[in-house]
């Protein structure tokens, strides 16, 4: 009896995973891999890791995840690109771009994602929207260049965190989990009440547009291109001065000393999520964060072919 129990959770795990691997056969990819920089992986909703290259497609309902000192630039479907930063953990919740922005034929629907539990609430109500870009960052960073879906329309486009939403206006806008060196930034500290915390907070800021950042207790903040905020775990709102300097690449290369890895990769996630990158410019950049990188032995970087982003250059 034990070894026909036995069989019977080994058969029941497979069908499980065939299953998840027929809903993703009929599923188009909601992007694809244009740069890796160290290494990534794709959880699926079932549990399934996959190691990630250039060119893998990612799906909706995935979760990216990428290792220390790890860059990864997905391009979407709807010209959107998303630039995630080390260590980062980025859930495709969901996605559905039907090649237009007025729509088009339906595309089939990836398997549901679980709810995650602990983040802010979603602040829009158009979750049966043929199209939409719905995303979660559990932590770490990234940068986000929109595409045809927030284009023609605002709300199907939403980016939630474990403390507030993020609605979008415009372009060109970043997003980080305050850890370690956003802790110890001095603008962070001087925004933010003297024995207030910051675990568990959230920067965003704007490059391009504006976009709306609305806590997990309803207060709402709007950042014009050049503004940041901080978004503290009690919901609370507090504008900082200036970028912080563990977003911006000067910031990073001071931090590296003279140039750096720090430096070289800031550099490379600033100009790589500019608008219309060459494959030259990328191979070129990226070339800099490997030569940056050789001192610590991380050499794992792939590149791109001729793709481009749709967000002016700033």
């Not at 497979?14 to 694809?32: H, I």
Request: aromatic fraction near 6%.
């Amino acid at each position: 009896m034990l070894r026909q129990g036995r069989l019977f959770q080994a058969f029941s795990f497979l069908a499980g995973v065939l299953v998840w691997f027929n809903a993703v056969a009929q599923t188009p990819p909601a992007g694809t891999i244009g740069l890796l920089k160290g290494q990534a992986s794709a959880l699926s909703i079932s549990g399934e890791s996959r190691a990630l290259a250039k060119g893998s497609a990612v799906y909706s309902g995935e979760t990216i995840q990428t290792g220390p000192q790890s860059y990864v630039l997905i391009n979407f479907s709807d010209q959107s690109t998303t630039m995630l930063r080390p260590s980062t953990q980025f859930v495709i919740e969901k996605y559905q771009f039907n090649g237009g922005a007025a729509g088009g034929a339906a595309a089939p629907a990836a398997p549901a994602a679980p709810a995650a539990s602990g983040l802010a609430p979603l602040q829009t109500t158009v979750e049966k929207a043929p199209e939409a870009s719905f995303f979660r960052l559990l932590k770490g960073g990234l940068r986000v260049v929109s595409g045809l879906i927030g284009h023609a329309d605002y709300s199907h486009f939403r980016l939630s965190t474990p403390v507030a939403t993020m609605g979008i206006r415009g372009t060109d806008f970043i997003v980080a989990t305050c850890e370690g060196e956003c802790q110890a930034d001095p603008e962070v500290i001087k925004s933010v009440p003297a024995g207030s915390s910051t675990n568990g907070a959230v920067v965003s800021g704007s490059y391009n547009g504006t976009i709306t950042v609305t806590s997990i207790t309803g207060q709402t903040m709007t950042l014009a291109p050049g503004q940041f905020c901080i978004t503290l775990a009690d919901g609370s709102q507090y504008l900082l001065g200036a970028e912080p300097a563990f977003l911006s690449s000067t910031g990073a290369a001071a931090a590296g000393g003279t140039g750096g890895v720090a430096g070289a990769e800031a550099a490379a996630e600033s100009v790589l999520i500019a608008g219309s990158i060459t494959a030259g410019v990328t191979a070129a950049i990226f070339g800099v964060v490997i030569a940056g990188s050789s001192s610590n032995g991380t050499n794992g970087t792939t590149g791109t072919s001729g793709t481009t982003s749709t967000g002016p250059a700033h």
